[in-house]
């Protein structure tokens, strides 16, 4: 048995599975670094490798600073693998995209049609610059 399959007494079930892109690969590094545990796969679960309840509060305090993003203690703790913590992390993301854009359309419907030409024209002007630079 090696050091991956028992970990503080606690067997795992499920086979080591690497992080598939850069969001699971930042919150791997996350746990690894609190848990002091190398190769953590994507589908071990946080408390089954020996996370508690002040781990998993540190945890998602990096996770809020790694991504911007707001998690709940109560969401992290129905989605305790890195997979299923990925899933939120992309969709809360989404999320802040989409409620950033509707703020920005809000702003540009209640531009009159001058300040819109003035808009443009000011953005014209700062990628015709960039393009030179």
């Known amino acids: 048995m090696d050091a991956r399959t028992l970990y503080r007494g606690r067997e795992l079930t499920t086979d080591y599975e690497a992080p598939r892109d850069n969001t699971e690969q930042a919150i791997a590094d996350i ?3 609190l848990l002091c545990i190398d190769s953590i796969g994507i589908h071990d679960d946080f408390f089954a490798l020996g996370g508690l309840s002040l781990l998993a509060t540190q945890l998602i305090s990096r996770i809020r600073d790694t991504f911007q993003i707001e998690l709940s203690v109560r969401k992290f703790f129905e989605a305790p ?3 299923s913590l990925a899933e939120l992390v992309h969709e809360s993301i989404a999320q802040r995209d989409r409620e950033k854009l509707e703020r920005v359309l809000e702003e540009i419907e209640l531009l009159s049609k001058t300040e819109v030409d003035a808009s ?8 015709a610059q960039q393009d030179t630079n």
Do not use: R
């Not at 443009?120 to 990628?127: D, G, H, K, P, V």
């Open 120 to 127: 443009l024209a000011s953005y014209s002007t700062q990628l």
């Open 31 to 33: 746990w690894q670094a």
């Open 81 to 83: 693998t890195i997979a």
